[in-house]
């Protein structure tokens, strides 16, 4: 069976312009990992993402977002001009992502009201286009939560990236129909609150991403690639008694579930 990794950045400038690219792809390949839904960050990344697409049409999936890393680093009407060539180019991608909201410190400084009208703008793009979204929310949950129940969430969902909080608000996030995905954090032994989610959390709402080149997993060296989703899947085997195997073929069909290929 050939395996999904539900989010991954080939299109970074750490993976993209590396000259091992293609050891590393293959490598993925190898190891039956041969389809990656990419995380859209910025105008320039998606453009990356595109170049991606044609050169190897089987493999990569579009996925376009203004990150609120980019949200944060520009003014409102950079956002807006963005907002406008995201809206012109999501047609063909599978999902708007990343969309959402970051509140560390050091990332928001004064953005946090731009933050949340651009993750409110994303929503109606992704309800206007029916597509899923893909959502970065860090130190944000209540925020985001309080978001849909305003607006409601897409008619098509999404899933939550990288999460690495608890199975309480994992909840709050299913009971409003996305889907949570899990990355490398769930391999560190000390990370006791996502292992207890895991556990909890309804397997058919799990999905397992790489996010590579980061969210590396435990004793790994150097930039993650997307063949870490074994080890991600071996954990999580560990935590439901179940085979890597078994998980990533849950995963790889609730992925096709939500994105109906």
Excluded at 180 to 189: K, L, M, Q, R, W
Excluded at 210 to 219: I, L
Excluded at 227 to 254: C, P, W, Y
């Amino acid at each position: 069976m050939k395996y999904i990794d539900s989010h991954s950045h080939w299109s970074d400038p750490r993976l993209f312009e590396k000259p091992e690219f293609e050891q590393l792809l293959q490598k993925a390949l190898d190891r039956n990992i041969d389809f990656f839904l990419l995380g859209g960050i910025n105008p320039t990344e998606w453009q990356n993402q595109i170049t991606l697409k044609n050169k190897y049409p089987k493999n990569f999936g579009l996925c376009f977002g203004l990150h609120p890393y980019f949200v944060s680093d520009h003014e409102y009407e950079d956002c807006e001009a963005a907002l406008d060539q995201l809206a012109q180019l999501l047609p063909a991608a599978m999902a708007l992502g990343e969309a959402g909201l970051d509140f560390r410190p050091h990332i928001m400084k004064e953005s946090q009201t731009l933050q949340i009208e651009m993750f409110e703008n994303q929503i109606e793009l992704a309800k206007a286009f029916e597509k899923p979204m893909v959502l970065h929310i860090v130190q944000a949950h209540d925020k985001a939560i309080q978001i849909f129940d305003l607006w409601d969430a897409p008619e098509r969902k999404g899933f939550v990236h990288a999460f690495n909080g608890s199975y309480e608000v994992a909840k709050k996030y299913i009971d409003k129909g996305f889907h949570i995905s899990v990355s490398g954090a769930v391999t560190f032994e000390k990370n006791r609150k996502l292992h207890d989610c895991i556990k909890k959390i309804p397997m058919e709402y799990l999905l397992l991403e790489s996010d590579s080149p980061d969210q590396v997993p435990e004793n790994w060296s150097g930039d993650n690639d997307s063949s870490s989703l074994m080890i991600i899947a071996e954990k999580i085997g560990l935590i439901r008694n179940l085979s890597a195997f078994d998980v990533l073929e849950t995963s790889t069909a609730n992925f096709k579930r939500l994105f109906r290929i």
